[in-house]
């Protein structure tokens, strides 16, 4: 995420892309994790906070192909020269198929690796140089 990892924003939707590397691992087009409720840490050696989220589903090769959950949010992924990440400027069907895609992920059991903060003093949800930017990312 580089350091849209500072930006605002309430979820993110993790999706594998379609080049050799994703289809050897079996996560081509699929689902791979969502994180909901976004947890900056300061890092100092780092350009942009580290993120973990209140709740973070973590599925690899067994999430669902996005195309079968959200078609337009599929298309708009991976036809040619595709979005890398979308933080705004959604047609109002992505974006309600994005909120579908989160409300399925708040009634999956977190994943614990990725899901708790490992120093809530550390914080930096508005100490960040980036966190209040919010931009339309294509």
């Known amino acids: 995420m580089g350091r849209c990892r500072d930006y605002k924003y309430d979820a993110v939707i993790g999706i594998g892309g379609i080049s050799a590397n994703p289809r ?3 996560i081509a087009e699929k ?4 994180g909901i409720g976004p947890i900056r840490h300061r890092t100092p050696s780092k350009r942009a906070c580290e993120v973990t989220f209140e709740h973070f589903v973590l599925l690899d ?3 669902p192909l996005l195309k079968s959950i ?3 949010l599929a298309k708009r992924f991976y036809r040619r020269n595709g979005a890398r990440y979308l ?3 959604y047609s109002d069907i992505e974006y ?3 909120q579908k895609i989160v409300k399925w992920a708040k009634l999956q059991n977190p994943s614990e690796s990725k ?3 490992p120093n809530k003093d550390n914080s930096c949800s508005s100490s960040c140089k980036s966190s209040t930017k919010k931009r339309k990312c294509k």
Do not use: R
């Open 24 to 26: 050897s691992e079996g």
């Open 31 to 34: 689902i791979n994790w969502v």
């Open 61 to 63: 090769d067994k999430g």
């Open 70 to 72: 959200a078609p337009n």
């Open 87 to 89: 933080l705004d400027g």
């Open 96 to 98: 309600q198929e994005a």
């Open 115 to 117: 899901s708790s903060n």
